[in-house]
């Protein structure tokens, strides 16, 4: 087996590249859902990324095939990323991108608190106890603050349960046998189980267009096929090359560019306080992702 290597320049330009586009996706979701309403385009999006998905998997001869145990709990993981984007997609629509992606993308502080407590051998301590606490109090700091004409206290809250949505999929790759299956698959059992749940809900949520125009469209045709399916398989070519661990180390770089996307694109009233929130959430991020310092090293 080849030892994934440390990021190099190449890996830090390319990741922090995926993180504003993951940040700038944030955006076109909240434009998009100005003509498509927010559960009808994620269930639109989740429809278009499963067909580049199979495209991929079928190009590199992808087994789909999976045992009963585990094609159970794959369904179980789409049921609850199903969840997680209707939370985030209506949080997008209720409040701001700025306030939405800070709260969103505490993910890993919620990741990091199941482990220790469900997870042999990564039990918190030091830095990343630190960096929980930090974190948390971003979090709250983000629903606390109510300035802005934006702010929705049900936006934060649907963003939040978007963050523990994401997290419980996460966690449910390492303690079940999802852990077996490669994550290209797992992905597209999730867009494929999403689309007709959330297609399905999407009416009972209201009008499913809003005077969508050619933008609208385009908005999703970005989010199915670059972000969802073609951004995904990149972002796993990366995992191949780098260690996990120093990929992870990137993901604070997206709430800080939700933030300074909203303010420049959208023209949203970032206070103090929301600055405040995303410097203690990206601060905790960091420090949980933390590698411990080697022996001798």
């Known amino acids: 087996m080849v030892e994934k290597r440390a990021i190099d320049l190449f890996g830090a330009a390319t990741l922090t590249g995926f993180a504003l586009l993951l940040s700038f996706n944030q955006v076109v979701i909240k434009l998009t859902a100005t003509g498509i309403a927010p559960v009808f385009q994620a269930g639109l999006r989740s429809a278009l990324a499963a067909i580049v998905l199979l495209i991929w998997i079928r190009a590199r001869g992808i087994s789909l095939r999976m045992t009963p145990a585990t094609l159970a709990w794959a369904s179980v993981s789409g049921l609850i990323f199903t969840f997680q984007f209707i939370a985030l997609f209506i949080a997008l629509d209720l409040t701001t991108v700025s306030r939405a992606s800070v709260i969103f993308y505490s993910m890993p502080v919620w990741l990091g608190l199941a482990a220790h407590l469900w997870l042999p051998g990564e039990k918190l301590s030091g830095a990343r106890l630190v960096g929980m606490a930090l974190a948390m109090a971003g979090v709250a700091l983000a629903m606390l603050d109510r300035s802005g004409g934006s702010a929705s206290l049900w936006g934060d809250l649907l963003a939040l349960a978007g963050a523990l ?30 689309a007709p749940v959330m297609l399905g809900l999407a009416p009972l949520f209201g009008d499913l267009w809003r005077e969508p125009h050619l933008a609208h469209v385009a908005g999703l045709l970005f989010q199915g096929i670059l972000v969802m399916g073609l951004g995904f398989v990149f972002w796993l070519h990366l995992l191949s090359i780098y260690r996990a661990s120093s990929v992870a180390s990137f993901s604070f770089l997206s709430p800080v560019f939700s933030v300074a996307l909203g303010w420049l694109l959208l023209g949203e009233q970032v206070g103090p306080g929301i600055w405040g929130a995303l410097a203690l959430v990206a601060a905790g991020i960091v420090l949980i992702n933390r590698m411990p310092a080697r022996p001798g090293a």
């Open 165 to 194: 949505g994401w997290a419980t999929v996460a966690l449910l790759t390492r303690v079940t046998p999802l852990s077996t299956v490669q994550p290209s698959v797992q992905l597209f059992f999730q867009a494929v189980i999403s």
